[in-house]
């Protein structure tokens, strides 16, 4: 991807942040909007537009062109502002949002199948809106001066700085507003402005060779900004303004081609206030870029690490503790300024949760717009930050769930009445840290999961996918989901959601789909992001549903403990507490229907084996052991006494995924990198502590 595609696609991503939060506001509280606001508005539209159509992107540039038209007739009174209008254009803007952040991970980008309704928005009677807030009078008033305004801020002051650069009046003459924007945006950045000249005959295929010479201008490493053709006489005179779209473009090979004339050269002073600028607004780098740096550090661990089990050896062996103490105290401080350069780093990476948690309230009012439905959301958490990667893997998922949330839990009006609630409902999105994990709730106050509902479609399913039912086999009977007091077994019915293909309702509506899409997000979050998705629900009440994931860490403080002989590994943050049995004091074990509990400081833990863990015969537990209490995410095994033989080490390591047929194993959620002894690299698998309680 060349760099002009990246400057887009981070630009375009930023404009459509802004649209948004300004929609937010209109939607809030209509009454708040302004004719600065709207015309604020239309320029961004505009610059989207023009920015497209520049990058090729066509489809975008139209659609930001009919979004703009709405905002004109807005403008000029012609179509009143109304709830709907905002909630279209914030779903339109939303999704404009994630194809174009879509498009800029892949390697040959094209707008091609980009489809939106947006002439829905255009053709709909907007006097019908339930919700309206007529655009009134000042409008009226002040749409020439906000005519007058616009044309000023569009021509006027980026064509008078253009023409201070360039002073060739005549052709910028010839450049549209869009093209002037280009051309001030690539002379703010330092780029260097060419005028190239090509003079063909009608006699020859003129078209096919302009076309030939502007795909070999492009691979010499320049962007067009614009083209004009002349006549004159015999000829066709095209004329190419350009500008590097490479930090070393070929200008000798091109000068073979067309003849080329600069006409605005960035001197190193004008470099260097342009690129200062540039950072004070904002600096973007490339997330693989960060990723290098990422494992770098994680290769200064694992070198740390060996260097001060080399030194251990080596200075038991000289016998001089002074030296020894010194060397100590600055691979000590060696691993402090590594875990410092960890915090920058992921800072780099990091994003406000804020931006997920609003496009997850717009999708669900969206969705409730479109199913009739009446929702109010409240965000708590937003000043939580997440990894830009990770935020981008989850949206996804979150968005199914919301979708679900509205379609699947929130009543309608008059059913919500009937029930004696308020005919709005209501969903709370809720971010937190817990520990080294990240949870999102997502609730809303309606109908619940009704277990005898779920049933009735599940044995249907078992019916339809018969494979599939004998492969996911919940149970065959209704007995199976119950205890022996008749109570149902609420965590296995909620399993049945994330089975696939399965759905609470006979047909896929409007808002939530067939149900393959919660098996894909029980998938996406536990067996690719090595999290967890819980459920709580109550009849009548609503439902809850919770996504804990990981957060990101280069660099993780780890117990190294032996099991049978094997080295295994497991963060230090979620262990509590450590105890050996039985030479702690307060500490005893005794079964309960099969499960070994070990009772300590007036609270009980179920014991689990790493045998348990990977599926394998446990046999019996040793004389002497290690206790170690975990902290194991959320449900009814909370905290669970993990059993180990030794703990061999405590240390900075690194967690890598890298080894995919490690991780396929049941129960591991990484691996930690080490240098052995002998010098070779030792693989460590890491336990993975959220699926935990699954095991016992």
């Known amino acids: 991807m060349n760099d002009l595609l990246r400057i887009y696609f981070n630009e375009t991503e930023e404009l459509i942040d802004q649209i948004l939060d300004n929609l937010d506001v209109l939607r809030s ?47 000029d009174g012609k179509i009143e502002l109304n709830y709907d209008i905002i909630l279209k254009m914030i779903d339109i803007a939303q999704n404009l949002k994630n194809f174009i952040s879509a498009l800029s991970y892949q390697e040959s980008p094209s707008d091609e199948n980009i489809q939106f309704d947006v002439e829905s928005i255009l053709k709909s009677d907007y006097s019908d809106s339930h919700v309206s807030h007529k655009v009134g009078t000042e409008f009226q008033n002040e749409r020439k001066r906000a005519v007058a305004k616009e044309i000023e801020d569009d021509k006027k002051d980026v064509r008078s700085y253009v023409l201070e650069k360039i002073k060739d009046e005549q052709l910028l003459k010839e450049l549209s507003d869009s093209e002037l924007l280009q051309l001030k945006n690539s002379i ?61 473009p070929d200008i000798k090979e091109l000068e073979k081609i067309i003849k080329l004339q600069n006409l ?44 001060q089990s080399s030194m251990e050896k080596f200075m038991n062996l000289v016998g001089n503790q002074e030296i020894a103490q010194r060397i100590r105290d600055n691979i000590s401080e060696m691993g402090r300024k590594i ?69 699947h839990g929130i009543e309608s009006p008059e059913e919500r009445i009937r029930a004696g609630k308020k005919p709005q409902g209501e969903i709370k999105i809720k971010a937190q840290r817990k520990g080294e994990f990240i949870s999102i709730d997502i609730t809303d106050d309606g109908r619940g999961i009704i277990p005898e509902k779920v049933l009735e479609r599940y ?29 149902w077994i609420e965590e296995k019915i909620y399993q049945i959601l994330f089975l696939p293909g399965f759905s609470t309702k006979n047909q896929a509506d409007e808002g939530a789909g067939r149900g393959a899409g919660l ?33 990101t860490k280069i660099v993780v403080e780890v117990v190294i403990f ?57 046999g019996n537990l040793p004389d002497k052991f290690f206790i170690l209490i975990v902290e194991a995410g959320e449900g009814k095994y909370s905290e669970v006494g ?55």
């Open 29 to 75: 509280d209509p009454s708040q909007h302004s004719i600065d606001m709207i015309n604020e508005l239309m320029r961004k539209f505009h610059t989207i537009k023009g920015s497209s159509y520049s990058v090729g992107f066509m489809k975008i540039g139209e659609i930001a062109h009919k979004v703009e038209d709405i905002l004109v007739g807005v403008r």
């Open 188 to 248: 703010e950045r330092g780029k260097d402005i060419y005028l190239g000249f090509l003079k063909l005959s009608f006699e020859e295929d003129f078209d096919k060779k302009g076309r030939d010479t502007m795909e070999k201008i492009r691979e010499l490493g320049f962007e067009i900004i614009s083209t004009i053709m002349k006549i004159e006489g015999d000829f066709v005179v095209i004329n190419f303004v350009l500008a590097p779209s490479r930090d070393t």
């Open 264 to 307: 605005w050269r960035a001197t190193q002073k004008t470099q260097q206030v342009d690129l200062s600028q540039q950072q004070k607004v904002s600096l973007k780098i490339e997330i693989s870029e960060v990723e290098k740096i990422m494992n770098i550090i994680g290769d200064m661990v694992i070198v740390k690490n060996a260097i």
């Open 339 to 407: 875990r410092e350069l960890q915090d920058i780093v992921l800072d780099v990476r990091m994003g406000p949760i804020e931006d997920i948690l609003k496009m997850i309230e717009r999708t669900i009012l969206t969705t409730a717009r479109q199913l009739g439905k009446e929702v109010v959301v409240i965000r708590e958490g937003e000043n939580l930050t997440i990894d830009a990667e990770i935020g981008r893997r989850l949206r996804s998922a979150l968005l199914h769930i919301a979708r679900n949330a509205v379609s």
């Open 459 to 487: 044995f249907a399913w078992r019916k339809e996918f018969p494979q599939l039912a004998s492969h996911f086999n919940l149970g065959e009977t209704e007995l199976d989901f119950k205890r022996s007091d008749g109570s």
């Open 519 to 551: 098996y894909e997000v029980k998938k996406e979050i536990e067996e690719s992001m090595k999290g967890k998705v819980l459920v709580k629900s109550a009849i009548g009440e609503g439902t809850t549903f919770t996504i804990i994931i990981p957060t």
């Open 562 to 618: 032996k099991w049978k002989g094997e080295k295994f590994a497991l963060p230090l943050s979620p262990i509590l507490k450590t105890e050996v049995f039985p030479e702690s004091k307060d500490i005893s074990i005794r079964t309960i229907q099969g499960r070994e509990i070990v009772q300590l400081g007036g609270r009980e833990y179920p014991l689990i084996t790493v045998d348990e863990i990977f599926g394998r015969e446990r």
């Open 642 to 696: 993990l059993v180990v033989e030794e703990i061999v080490d405590i240390k900075d390591s690194v967690m890598k995924n890298f080894d995919e047929d490690i991780l396929m194993l049941r129960g591991i959620s990484a691996v930690v990198e080490e240098i052995g002894e002998d010098g070779t690299k030792e693989i460590i698998p890491v336990v993975d502590i959220m699926r935990i309680p699954e095991f016992i």
